[in-house]
């Protein structure tokens, strides 16, 4: 059973990582997603291994998550983090790698070229990369490459699907697993005409840009999708989830929408760590949607725990300051 941080460090740890830049370099390697990754905050029973080269390059490294007691193969989940694909690291969401191994997976979270080193199509090659080092040689991990399901975050999500769609990126490097089903949590699929400084970057030399949107790419076999998102993203606003589903469905393509009412950007991928797992059903959804394309054929998947809501006032009151943070500072500020 995963124990959870007492709420006196808690509260600690969420100020460290809130401040952290003014304490100098001591602080360099904290993020926002810090807290998530706490010995005692994270899924347990999972081990780890680090580092593991999938091509040439100091980015084309991923890590690998697995259950600890294993009594056969495993489905395989790749998680592709976002960062507006100029920012990320792998180490950063061990909180997710865990959650997933906890509940039965081997989990792949992958690293992979961003601006301005490289531009589109770049880093959904790497992707691609990564997919087939995962059909070579996931089984001596215990995973079963034939039940390969992806999901991601943010620009995450947009690589996950991406590479789902066009098909040209597997095709590229090889990769003939299946994709079961993709699962999409707030990521943008609708954004041409570029209109933010950051994404024109990474996208803006394009020579076909209407065809770097997923929405333009939908095609009667493209793989199942649960698209999720939260209701009051600033960064990326539900619409892109909303045009996406339109348009899978209109295909024959099964999807399921899931939008949690209140929440912006970045709640959904906190809430699939042990820690934030009460607030949103994020994991349980992800899950449940990959088991009705056969992630675990017998029916029997691991329970996945959730702690009880906080009743601490101290502690609900700095989660209240953490999403007056998190939430959007006007409507009409997102893609």
Not at 74 to 88: I, T
Not at 287 to 298: E, K, R, V
Request: one cysteine or more; aromatic letters at 12%; proline letters at 8%.
């Amino acid at each position: 059973m995963t124990r959870l941080l007492p709420a006196a460090v808690l509260r600690l740890v969420f100020v460290f990582c809130l401040f952290g830049s003014a304490v100098g370099p001591v602080a360099a390697q904290v993020t926002v997603w810090s807290p998530f990754n706490v010995p005692t905050a994270v899924d347990q029973g999972v081990r780890k291994d680090a580092d593991v080269a999938y091509a040439d390059g100091q980015r084309k490294k991923l890590d690998i998550y697995r259950p600890e007691k294993m009594t056969g193969p495993a489905p395989v989940v790749m998680f592709v983090y976002g960062g507006a694909w100029a920012a990320g690291e792998r180490w950063e969401y061990e909180f997710v790698g865990r959650a997933f191994a906890a509940a039965g997976y081997v989990t792949v979270i992958p690293d992979y070229r961003l601006f301005p080193e490289v531009v589109y199509p770049d880093f959904l090659e790497d992707v691609a990369q990564s997919m087939k080092w995962v059909e070579d040689n996931i089984a001596q991990y215990g995973g079963d490459k034939n039940r390969f399901f992806i999901a991601g975050h943010s620009a995450g999500a947009y690589n996950a699907v991406m590479v789902a769609l066009d098909h040209s990126f597997m095709r590229e490097y090889g990769v003939t697993m299946p994709i079961r089903a993709v699962a999409g949590i707030s990521g943008p699929y609708n954004f041409y005409p570029f209109e933010y400084g950051q994404v024109s970057d990474a996208f803006g030399k394009a020579p076909n840009p209407e065809g770097t949107q997923p929405v333009n790419l939908v095609t009667s076999d493209a793989p199942p999708m649960l698209l999720a998102t939260g209701t009051s993203d600033p960064i990326v606003r539900k619409e892109n989830t909303t045009v996406l589903a339109e348009r899978l469905r209109a295909q024959g393509v099964w999807v399921t929408e899931k939008y949690y009412e209140g929440f912006g950007h970045l709640e959904p991928a906190m809430a699939l760590g042990a820690m934030w797992r009460w607030r949103m059903p994020i994991l349980q959804d992800t899950l449940d949607f990959f088991q009705t394309f056969g992630a675990f054929p017998s029916g029997v998947a691991r329970a996945v725990y959730t702690p009880e809501p906080p009743v601490d006032d101290k502690m609900t009151a700095l989660i209240k300051n953490m999403d007056a943070v998190l939430k959007p500072i006007s409507n009409g500020s997102g893609r």
